[in-house]
Structure formats: structure tokens, C-alpha cells
């Protein structure tokens, strides 16, 4: 029986690191609790920044409610910046040194930035991610720039987009695949958001990248693209993805790159060797973890659902006496976004599937459920304005049903598999 921890440190102070930290103390931990974050802010909530933040209907200050119990020690705008596992401590960006009896990463993604430097710097150019961007950013937007730039295929590029417009500021949104929102919804579905977007006047170029910034006295002018057309900007928003906060785990020994910190089922973090790094787990976009409903093929999710589901199944590992007592972290990870007076959700991955099917509705409506099967299995489901069926698609995923499923509702069109 291992013995119970009186101190715990949590690196992360977002999301995953309060809920974290709620569990632990709901699951009896009475000893020691601090969390760690590098930004300045409580844990704030993230979803809202891209959407009502950006438009104006909050502020930008979405601190997330907290135990008034909680009895933590917060340690904020101090990022840690080293782990000594021999020693179990977290270094500190002051010199601290933190002991703990269990340690909890939840240390998240940044945005990544745009790869010139000189470019970045640029006044006028901006990154979304936290609350700080969404607040340079807001304040950008009520300054009635004359054109936005958003370069990036993403969900964050299409919800800034739609707020743009929202807001009736002429955008540009510039996409390197020929298809948008391909890799998370597959090219037919990420099809129909491009056809939407452009019906609401966004200015949709695909297969688009730029070539050069132009400037005058530090600020945005104009992009040139690799076609060769400029287009004049004095805003332009890098929504290009993310990089794993990992950086200060070098030399620690764990399991831990570009694609995340490498855990077990049970959120246990792993040295190089595979084993597990004793008293130590991870959580939320950082971690890295076998997917049971992939046959436990290794997947980093960045998205709200998991990281709060994956906390409270690291929190109560945390406390339990032995491997025999410990939970496997099976959440099915789920999203949704609001974006040009759609509500799109999806439960299950879709990247890897090798067949769809529209379920319900259809795209002429502009409101469905569809399926996406791999190797003759139901693996993911996507509704737009239809979530009322996604619940039994969920459980279906779940039970590793045949694709496609639930072929005998009252109100399906013809179903037709094709290629997702």
C-alpha cells in the first residue's frame, strides 16, 4: 500500500489544473495543494475568448468559479521551469523549488507563432489563445480595422471569422489545404462550413498561403501572397495551431515532445524507458494517452471535456492506495463550436475515418448528424443545429458498433456511405 500524499503540486493553473484540484479535495486530500501557472490570471475559461470575448458580450475576465474551500496555494506568473524527479520538486522561474508527494502536469498548449519573428512583432499581428490575446485582440476589432487577415483552417480561424462578421468587418481568412476543417471534420462536412462562411461574406481562400508582410514604421500594411496578390491589412491574426507546453521537462527524464508528455490509461506520466514515473501524472492538452475507443492508439486532446474529465481521473489516481484502485481515463472526447449562426458538435474522433454517412437531415438544410466509420466501426458523429440524436451516436461509439448505426429511425433520409 502506497503511502497517502500530503503534498501535492499541480503545474498548470488553467482548466485541468482548478478541476484538478477541486477533485483532489472533494476525493479527501486534506495535506498541502498549490498550483502552478505562468500567466498572471486565475484559472480562466477559454472557449468564451473566440467568441462572445472577441464580440464584446464579456469581458474578457472569465475567471473560473472557485471552492471557497479549496484551500490552495496559487503560485502565478511563475512558470516552473525544471523537474527533478530524484528529488521530486518543481523548479520555479524565481529559483523555488516545490517538494511534492504527487505532481500533476496540466500544463497545456500556447499558440504557435508565426514563424518569422520580424513579421510577429509587427503591430497590428496577433495570436489567440489566452486572456490577454483575446483582450489585444478585442480591442483591435472595436478599433474597426479595415480588413482582417486570418490565416489557419481551424475552428479558432472560423469562430474569429464569424465574429468578424458578426461585427461587419471585412475578412479574409487564408487556408493552406484545398478543404477546411478537413482534419477535424472530415473534407465533406469541412466543405459545407467553407460554403457557409462564404455565404456570410468572409473572403474564403483556399490552398493560400503568405509569401511576406509588408510594413511601415512597425506596423501591418499589406500581406503578399505566394501567388503574388496583395492585400491590404492592418490586422492579421495567426490562428496556425499550437505548441505542448514541454519545454521545461527536458532533462527530466519523461516521455515528452512536440506531441505531448506520454501517460499511461490511468494518467500516470512515463519515463523514457516506459515505465512509470512514480507520483507523477498528467492531464489536459499536454497529455498524451492511449484512446480505448481507438484501440488505445496514442492521442493528445485539445478539448474542454477531456481536459476536465482527464483531471478528475488523475486527481482521484492520485489518492488511490495502490495500481489496483486506480481508474482508466476512458473519456470519449467531444467538442463543439458556434460559429456563423451554427452550433457544430462532435462526439468521438474523425481524423482517422475511412467512411461517412449523413444520418439525419441534410446539407441542403444546413442542419444533420452524420457518421464516421473506420475499418467497418462507428468511431465518431457530428451534428450541426441536430444535437438532439448525438446521445445515442455517443453510446453507440461507446459499444463499438457496426457503421453505419441506428439505420431504423422514423425520421433518416436515404443513407448513403461514402468516403468522409
Known amino acids: 500500500m502506497t503511502r497517502a500524499p500530503e503534498r501535492i503540486v499541480v503545474v498548470g493553473a488553467s482548466l485541468a489544473g482548478l478541476a484538478a484540484a477541486h477533485a483532489l479535495r472533494e476525493g479527501g486530500f486534506f495535506g498541502s495543494l498549490t498550483l502552478v501557472g505562468d500567466e498572471t490570471h486565475a484559472p480562466y475559461d477559454r472557449p468564451p475568448l473566440s467568441k462572445q470575448v472577441l464580440r464584446g458580450l464579456y469581458s474578457a475576465d472569465t475567471t473560473l468559479p472557485r471552492h471557497p474551500d479549496l484551500r490552495a496555494t496559487f503560485r502565478l506568473g511563475q512558470p516552473a521551469t525544471r523537474l527533478d524527479l530524484s528529488e521530486r520538486a518543481v523548479e520555479l522561474g524565481d529559483g523555488s523549488r516545490l517538494p511534492y508527494d504527487r505532481l500533476l502536469i496540466a500544463t497545456g498548449t500556447r499558440a504557435r507563432p508565426w514563424p518569422n519573428p520580424e513579421e510577429a ?14 483582450q489585444r485582440l478585442g480591442a483591435r476589432l472595436r478599433g474597426r480595422p479595415r480588413r482582417v487577415v486570418l490565416v489557419g483552417g481551424g475552428f479558432i480561424g472560423f469562430e474569429v471569422a464569424s465574429t468578424c462578421r ?11 489545404d484545398a478543404v477546411p476543417l478537413a482534419a477535424t471534420l472530415g473534407p465533406r462536412l469541412g466543405g459545407l462550413i467553407g460554403e457557409v462562411a462564404r455565404e456570410r461574406g468572409v473572403d474564403l481562400r483556399v490552398e493560400s498561403e503568405i509569401e511576406q508582410m509588408e510594413a511601415e514604421n512597425g506596423r501591418l500594411l499589406a500581406v503578399t501572397l505566394k501567388d503574388g496578390e496583395r492585400i491590404e491589412t492592418d490586422c492579421l491574426v495567426a490562428a496556425i495551431g499550437t505548441l505542448r507546453n514541454v519545454e521545461w521537462l527536458d532533462g527530466s527524464g519523461l516521455q515528452a515532445d512536440a506531441k505531448g508528455l506520454r501517460c499511461d490509461a490511468f494518467c500516470r506520466a512515463l519515463l523514457h524507458d516506459g515505465s512509470v514515473a512514480e507520483g507523477v501524472f498528467a492531464a489536459g492538452d499536454v497529455a498524451r ?53 451554427l452550433t457544430i458538435k ?20 444546413r442542419r444533420l448528424v452524420a457518421a464516421f466509420g473506420k475499418d467497418g466501426r462507428t468511431v465518431a458523429a457530428a451534428s450541426i443545429d441536430s444535437a438532439r440524436w448525438l446521445p445515442a451516436y455517443k453510446a453507440a461509439i461507446r459499444e463499438r458498433v457496426p457503421f453505419p448505426p441506428i439505420e431504423d429511425a422514423v425520421d433518416q433520409p436515404h443513407i448513403r456511405v461514402q468516403e468522409p
Open 121 to 134: 512583432a509587427l503591430a497590428g499581428v496577433f495570436t489567440l489563445r489566452g486572456r490577454d490575446d483575446a
Open 289 to 341: 494517452w492511449p484512446n480505448p475507443h481507438d484501440d488505445d492508439a496514442l492521442v493528445a486532446v485539445e478539448h474542454w471535456g477531456n481536459a476536465r474529465a482527464q483531471a478528475e481521473t488523475a486527481a482521484g489516481n492520485m489518492l488511490a492506495g495502490d495500481a489496483s484502485a486506480m481508474r482508466r481515463h476512458d473519456h470519449l472526447p467531444d467538442f463543439w463550436s458556434q460559429q456563423f449562426g
Open 346 to 365: 462532435l462526439v468521438g474522433l474523425a481524423d482517422s475515418a475511412d467512411s461517412f454517412a449523413v444520418m439525419h437531415g441534410s446539407f441542403e438544410e
Open 166 to 176: 458578426d461585427l461587419d468587418i471585412p475578412v479574409t481568412l487564408l487556408v493552406r
